[in-house]
C-alpha cells in the first residue's frame, strides 16, 4: 500500500518542529554540561540604602546563587545587634533560586540597623 504524498506545507511544519525540538534538546544538554553538577553555593549582602516608615527600618538585601543546581526554600536571616546589647532577628524565605540566579527581598527591623552591627546569612535550603 503507498502512504499518500506530504504536502509542502506539512513537510515545512515538520522540519520547523524537528528543528525546534532539536533546540530544545540542545538547550538541556548544554545547561547539564555548563553547571557540570555543582552544588548551590548561595551568598546574601545588602542590596540598597535603609529606609524608614512609619517607625520601622527596612533593609533591602540580595541572594545570589552562584552555584549550578537549584536551590528551594532558601532561608536568609538577619540578626540586628544594638549598641546596648539588645538583638532582634529577622527571617525570610526564597523560594526557589536556579544556579546563577538572584532574588531581592527586605527585613524589616524596630530599630535602625544603621544604629548598630547587621549581620546576614543564608541559614539553608532545600535541595529539589
Not at 511544519?13 to 554540561?33: N, P
Not at 546563577?100 to 543564608?122: A, H, I, M, N, S
Request: glycine fraction near 12%.
Amino acid at each position: 500500500m503507498n502512504a499518500p504524498k506530504r504536502t509542502l506545507a506539512e513537510q515545512v511544519s515538520f522540519g520547523l518542529c524537528v528543528a525546534i525540538l532539536a533546540g530544545l534538546v540542545g538547550l538541556v544538554l548544554y545547561d547539564w554540561v555548563a553547571s557540570d553538577g555543582k552544588a548551590a553555593v548561595l551568598a546574601v549582602a545588602p542590596a540598597g540604602a535603609v529606609r524608614s516608615a512609619g517607625g520601622q527600618f527596612y533593609v533591602p538585601f540580595a541572594v545570589e546563587n552562584r552555584g549550578g543546581q537549584t536551590a528551594e526554600a532558601v532561608r536568609v536571616e538577619a540578626e540586628l545587634r544594638s549598641a546596648q546589647g539588645s538583638r532582634e532577628f529577622a527571617e525570610q524565605e526564597i523560594d526557589f533560586l536556579a544556579g546563577g540566579e538572584k532574588e531581592t527581598g527586605v527585613f524589616v527591623f524596630e530599630r535602625d540597623p544603621r544604629q548598630g552591627q547587621l549581620r546576614l546569612r543564608v541559614s539553608g535550603y532545600k535541595v529539589p
